[in-house]
Structure formats: C-alpha cells, structure tokens
C-alpha cells in the first residue's frame, strides 16, 4: 500500500463526525447565556437531595446488611457485642468521601458552582443522616431486648459508632488515600475497641457510667464537627497531587 | 469582563511553580505556551480556584476566585478527569450540570445540545469506560461549556484528539472566543496559530512574554523557541 493511500485510508478511520446543529447551539448561547441573565439554578436544598443518585448503591447496601445484622445479634441476646459493631457502619461515609479522588473526578468537581467541599459535605450528610436514622429504627426494635433505657442504648450505640467516624476523619484530613482502606481499618479496630473494653472494665455499661457517655457523646459531637471543618479548610493540599 | 492576576505566586515545597505573574485576560482565546513543568497546569488551577496563591490576587469584575459566584461562570478542562465507572456518557453530563447547579429541565437541553455538538450523539448512551481517549475529550470539552461560561480555562484540550478532531475543535473555540474568555494551554504551537489572539510564553514558573499574536509573525514555532531560549 502506497503512503497517499495509507494515509487516506487513515483519514478515513479516524475522521471524527461533524458537529451537529451548531448554529443552533451558537444562537442558543446568545439567547439564553450568562450575558442575558441565567435563567436557572439550583438552590442548595435541591443540590443535597440529588446528590442522593449519586451516591454508591454499595454505600446503601451495606449499611442496610450491616443494621439488620446488628439487629439480628441484639435478638440473639449477645450481651453488649451488638454496641461493637456500629463503628463498621462509618466505614461507609469515609470511603464515600474518598470517592471523587478514587474515580478523578474531584478537580471537575472543584470548580463547579457547588465545589468539591459541596459534593462531600452533601453526601457526608446524607449518608450519616440515613444511618443514624437506621439506628434509631434499630434502638426502638432492640432497646425492649436490654435491661437498659431507650437513652442509654442510643448513647452506646453512637458512641462507638462517632468514635470511628471522628478517628476516620482524622485519618483522611491527613493520609488521604483513594481506596479507603485506612478508615476500614480505623473502623474495624474501633469496633475490637468496644468488643474488648468491657472485659478491661466491667462496670462500663453500669448506670452510674451513663452520664460519662454522655459526656463523650457530646465531645464527640463537637470533636467531629471540628475535623470535618478542618478538613474542607486544607482541602487545598490533595489538589497538588489529583 | 477581565480576569486580572496581580503579583501571583505559588510556591510548593522548594519548588515556585508560579513566579509573580501578573497579566489581565479579556475576551479573546488567550494562548498560553511552555514546556512540560513550566507552571501552566499550576497557573490555571490557581485561575480557577483549585488552588489558592502564596501571594497576590486573581479577581474577575470585582469576583474573588473563590467564590460560588466565580465559578457560576467558569467552564474549565482539566488536563486529566476521570468518571465514576457507572456513568454513561449522558449520565457524565447530568451529574456535571448538577454539581454545576443547572436545573434538571436545563440540564437535559443543554446535555442534549452539547452531545450533538461535539458529536457524541451515537454513543450518549454507552459507558464513559468504553470510550476512546478522543471521545472523553469531547465529553471534557462538552462539560466545560455545560453553564454557559464567560470563562473557558482549558489545560492541553487537544491532548488525545486526532488531526480532524483537532481542526473542528480549533473551529469551535474560535467561535467561543468571540465573545468569552478564553484561556487554553498547550505545548503544541501549532494547537494556537490560528486561533489565539493573545499569547503567553511561561517558563519556570514566570511569564517570560505576553502580547498579541501578530507579534509572533508568521512562524510562530521559530518565535516561541527564540523566546523560550532567551536567557532573562
């Protein structure tokens, strides 16, 4: 085969297809551009709830496997094991904020209307809002199983779970990694945590500790919030390294 | 509209990617040429917000980079963008326009539109992963012009296109330029010849020329060499 033909025919395969109705588009953009006033945008409220779809059905999955689990073993009368297991469910929220660096799509999410910080913060919240919903269902089905009060089963069963979230975020504010694997780590080691503890201290699920879980509840509370505002505030550094 | 950087630098480590630069883009394809680690890539995420400089200031009318506002009317390209696995290429667009803020109507014209404009209409419904690296530019370039920007910040956008696809999208960034901002990089002289009104020539990190294109003559490749070795 001669080179004019080679070439052709290289041509020919490679000829990429013409732009379809682009006077169209063109006169689109005039009309209805940024210079004519946009006449559409979403309000924060509405980009929360979409980012619903976007969030991996996985992520759904396991923390409803994960809920009906624990509720399973509460039936079981497992002692306080259940209260051990909750720290796995963070193991959702953390690999969820790590999605936009796994699948490179967060320097396009960066610069978007909402941002990068947007995009987490809306699934954080969504996902952590699901789940804590799901353990409350789960406290209402399981508390009649304990000896314990309605308050008392929710402390310990958030406690552990906060715990692995705060100790998670930590983690990925300062070893950020794209697969996750860290904060499941974190999470399984919170979770042997609370398996364990009661054999170092026996009377910790006593009553006279409740106000002590409290109090941890409370620090946990404020201690998360904090990371998390830390976190998006040295959001600047991973973008060296997308 | 004018996008003025002030005395901007960016330094990393022991490294100063951008060196005081200081320049004011307006309407127009700006064209901006260095070598490989010359700062381009650092200079355009400083213009779009991505990253925040040591010193100086990037502002648009009066706009902050930072701000929601800002980035309401930037369309920018990344060099390397990726695509959640499950994503077709029209689902790729939808997720874009609403992480862009676009009403769900809007979002489904405009994704409509932009598929056919840059010839992706036959394939809107496969997955992103099945696409040729010619095809996820297109779809790159399609999402830079989601919102309707006043502001287009392209990094290496004819990286991956072949000699036809690079003609057509020469045509069409000719056309956005008349009348928005437009700022694309490239190590690829030939990329800018015909469409750049501006260029500048950035190495190691500083601005080592800017002017308008005409000033580069006719053989533009002999003039970016000779600025590029010119000891400053």
Redesign the interface.
């Known amino acids: 085969m001669d080179h004019d033909r080679l070439m052709k025919d290289l041509?020919e395969i490679?000829?990429?297809?013409?732009?379809?109705?682009?006077e169209?588009?063109?006169q689109?953009?005039?009309e209805?551009?940024?210079?004519s006033g946009?006449?559409?945008?979403?309000s924060h409220g509405?980009?929360i709830l979409?980012?619903f779809l976007?969030i991996g059905k996985w992520v759904w999955l396991s923390s409803a496997v994960l809920l009906l689990f624990i509720t399973w073993i509460c039936y079981g009368n497992n002692g306080n094991y259940p209260f051990a297991l909750t720290p796995l469910l963070a193991a959702g929220i953390l690999v969820e904020t790590e999605?936009s660096f796994r699948?490179?799509?967060a320097?396009?999410?960066?610069?978007?209307?909402?941002?990068l910080r947007s995009?987490m913060l809306a699934r954080m919240f969504l996902v952590g809002a699901v789940e804590t919903a799901g353990l409350l269902v789960v406290i209402w089905a399981v508390q009649p199983r304990f000896s314990y009060s309605f308050g008392r089963v929710f402390l310990y069963m958030m406690v552990p779970y906060l715990s692995a979230s705060l100790f998670g975020s930590v983690y990925e504010r300062k070893h950020r990694t794209d697969n996750g694997w860290g904060s499941i780590v974190i999470c399984l080691l919170s979770s042997a945590f609370f398996a364990a503890a009661p054999y170092c201290m026996s009377s910790l699920y006593e009553e006279q500790f409740a106000v002590v879980w409290l109090a941890v509840f409370v620090l946990l509370i404020i201690s998360l919030g904090s990371s998390v505002r830390r976190w998006f505030l040295e959001m600047?550094e991973p973008?060296?390294s997308? | 509209m004018e996008l003025i950087a002030d005395r901007i630098t960016k330094q990393?480590k022991n490294k100063i990617a951008v060196d005081r630069m200081s320049f004011t883009l307006a309407k127009g394809v700006t064209g901006l040429l260095g070598a490989n680690g010359a700062g381009k890539t650092t200079l355009m995420?400083l213009l779009?917000?991505?990253?925040?400089p040591d010193s100086g200031t990037i502002s648009c009318d009066g706009m902050s980079v930072g701000t929601?506002e800002y980035?309401?009317?930037?369309g920018?390209l990344?060099q390397?963008?990726?695509?959640?696995?499950e994503f077709s290429g029209k689902d790729f667009l939808l997720?874009?326009s609403?992480?862009?803020?676009?009403?769900g109507?809007?979002a489904a014209r405009k994704t409509k539109?932009?598929i056919?404009?840059?010839?992706l209409?036959?394939v809107a419904g496969k997955k992103v992963r099945t696409y040729s690296g010619?095809m996820r530019q297109?779809l790159g370039i399609a999402?830079a012009l989601l919102?309707?920007?006043?502001i287009l910040i392209m990094d290496e956008p004819t990286a991956g296109?072949?000699?036809?696809?690079r003609i057509?999208f020469r045509e069409?960034i000719a056309?956005i330029g008349e009348?928005k901002i437009v700022l694309l990089s490239t190590h690829i002289v030939s990329d800018l010849e015909h469409i750049a009104d501006r260029l500048m020539i950035m190495k190691d990190g500083q601005l080592i020329w800017q002017g308008s294109r005409s000033a580069g003559g006719e053989d533009l490749e002999a003039f970016y060499i000779s600025k590029i070795g010119e000891k400053r």
């Open positions: 041509r490679c000829r990429a297809p013409e732009p379809e109705r682009k169209i588009f063109f689109g953009l005039a209805r551009g940024v210079t946009r006449p559409t945008s979403i509405e980009f979409r980012q976007y999605r699948w490179k799509m320097e396009l999410e960066y610069t978007a209307r909402f941002s995009v600047e973008a060296w997308l | 990393y995420r779009c917000g991505i990253l925040v929601e980035r309401d009317i930037l920018y990344p390397n963008f990726g695509y959640y696995p997720y874009m609403a992480v862009k803020g676009i009403t109507k809007d539109e932009l056919e404009l840059v010839g209409a036959e010619g297109r999402q919102n309707d920007p006043q296109l072949d000699p036809q696809e057509r069409l056309d009348k």
